[in-house]
T-cell receptor
Framework: NAGVTQTPKFRVLKTGQSMTLLCAQD?????MYWYRQDPGMGLRLIHYSVGEGTTAKGEVPDGYNVSRLKKQNFLLGLESAAPSQTSVYFC?????????????FGPGTRLLVL | GENVEQHPSTLSVQEGDSAVIKCTYS??????FPWYKQELGKGPQLIID?????GEKKDQRIAVTLNKTAKHFSLHITETQPEDSAVYFCAATLSGSARQLTFGSGTQLTVLP
């Protein structure tokens, strides 16, 4: 099992450009999450999904959109990138089964917006 | 919503000594408290967790304690080794909340040889 994978690993954007970050998991997990990590601020939840076709806002959703068309994939979109979106983005997944609360994280995507 | 505070932000210990990282949470309904270790350039990885019906849990050199009354929990690492050097995050979540985690701000642990 590859676990949680993210593409790309690194990207540089100019202000106003758009891009999509892809997260894929092969553990058949129902829940998937997108976080951003900034120095001194831990990880903050952007959006999450409790199943295929469903998404919900997290703590810092502004400027981002998400889609979960397939159970194994969770896409994070930036329609018009801003320098404030320079960050490291992590995807995670977890099982819905009772007692299985571990979130498994991907390796991250480093995004620089100039 | 939930708020998690973590201290200290940096911690240096001599190899073989113990390290303690402390977190407090605000929502008394939170009932699951994981700890994650993040090595440089990698994603966080769960190292230990504790549920609100348990006061302490140990796994080899790592232990976590929970005080529900005071709403704080701590990570204890004994006999530290250089490979323990990493950033550690505590988190809290509510059961049934789609497992949404609220993270602390992290502790950079450095184990000096």
């Amino acid at each position: 099992n590859a676990g949680v994978t993210q593409t790309p690993k690194f990207r540089v954007l100019k202000t106003g450009q758009s891009m999509t970050l892809l997260c894929a998991q092969d553990m058949n997990h129902e829940y998937m999450y997108w976080y951003r990590q900034d120095p001194g601020m831990g990880l903050r939840l952007i959006h999450y999904s409790v199943g295929e076709g469903t998404t919900a806002k997290g703590e810092v959703p502004d400027g981002y959109n998400v889609s979960r068309l397939k159970k194994q994939n969770f896409l994070l979109g930036l329609e018009s990138a801003a320098p404030s979106q320079t960050s490291v983005y992590f995807c995670a997944s977890s099982s819905q089964r009772g007692g299985q609360q571990t979130q498994y994280f991907g390796p991250g995507t480093r995004l620089l917006v100039l | 919503g939930e708020n998690v505070e973590q201290h200290p932000s940096t911690l240096s210990v001599q190899e073989g000594d113990s390290a303690v990282i402390k977190c407090t949470y605000s929502d008394s309904a939170s009932n699951y408290f994981p700890w994650y270790k993040q090595e440089l350039g990698k994603g966080p990885q769960l190292i230990i967790d504790i549920r609100s019906n348990v006061g302490e849990k140990k796994d080899q050199r790592i232990a976590v304690t929970l005080n529900k009354t005071a709403k704080h929990f701590s990570l204890h690492i004994t006999e530290t080794q250089p490979e323990d050097s990493a950033v550690y995050f505590c988190a809290a979540t509510l059961s049934g909340s789609a497992r949404q985690l609220t993270f602390g701000s992290g502790t950079q642990l450095t184990v000096l040889p």
